[in-house]
């Protein structure tokens, strides 16, 4: 099966500082990517996605950057806050239907923010 | 609040048992995904409904079964259960075909 792989598995940031996840993918019809916030007891929540279209997008203090020929892109946190504390997860998604790896999570990043 | 509910929040059951877990998307989403969830494997995409109709299939066991109402709610049927199905189940509705998924609380299943 196709791969979303996520690194790294654990993240520690000071408050303020910017918190870097990477994800690289496998297969070339994938053209949606989302990052998902997930808090402990909570369902994911969808924080910002892309298109292979552009490189970069923006949304507060939020940024996916998106490198199609790498097959990889990341999120950025800037000025990290306590409140960032969860889990993140990269996902690829492709609009073909009947595809076993229509859908791919990655394993998730467990981001901690000292205050 | 994702707008998506799941019933129950909690479910303990046998080994050999058969649960069906329930999800109602948020209004006007037409595509219902379900999801598994464990520590080993992360989350897992199982299959998608779109208006109805199986859309897409991803990691479901032969054992589970998944169906979308007319109303547009959905049920995860999930039979002869074993340890290893005990996990948290999400359900995500979206508009269309995958894009901007929202996520419900999770139904957690623990088989004894």
């Known amino acids: 099966q196709q791969q979303v792989k996520q690194s790294p598995q654990s993240l520690i940031v000071q408050k303020g500082g910017i918190s870097i996840i990477n994800c690289a993918y496998e297969?070339?019809?994938?053209?949606?990517f989302p990052w998902y916030q997930q808090f402990p007891g909570k369902g994911p929540a969808l924080l910002i996605a892309?298109?292979?279209?552009?490189s970069e997008k923006k949304e507060g203090r939020f940024t996916i950057s998106f490198n199609k020929s790498a097959k990889q892109f990341s999120l950025h946190i800037m000025d990290s806050q306590p409140g960032d504390s969860a889990t993140y997860f990269c996902?690829?998604?492709?609009?073909?239907?009947?595809?076993?790896?229509?859908?791919?999570f990655g394993k998730g990043t467990r981001l901690h923010i000292l205050p | 609040d994702s707008g998506v509910t799941q019933t129950p929040k909690h479910l303990i059951t046998a080994t050999g048992q058969r649960v069906t877990l329930r999800c109602s998307p948020r209004?006007?989403?037409?595509?219902v995904y379900w999801y598994q969830q464990s520590l080993d494997q992360g989350l897992q995409f199982l299959i998608q409904?779109?208006?109805?109709?199986?859309?897409a299939k991803g990691n479901i066991l032969e054992r589970f079964s998944a169906q979308q109402f007319p109303d547009l709610h959905s049920e995860l049927n999930l039979s002869s259960l074993e340890l290893g199905d005990s996990a948290l189940y999400f359900c995500?509705?979206?508009?269309?075909?995958?894009?901007?998924?929202?996520f419900g609380p999770g139904t957690r299943l623990t088989v004894t």
């Open positions: 297969n070339t019809a994938f053209d949606y």
């Open positions: 995500a509705s979206s508009r269309g075909n995958y894009y901007e998924q929202y």
């Open positions: 996902a690829a998604m492709s609009p073909l239907m009947n595809r076993d790896d229509k859908i791919i």
């Open positions: 409904y779109y208006n109805g109709e199986e859309r």
């Open positions: 892309i298109r292979p279209d552009v």
């Open positions: 209004s006007g989403d037409l595509s």
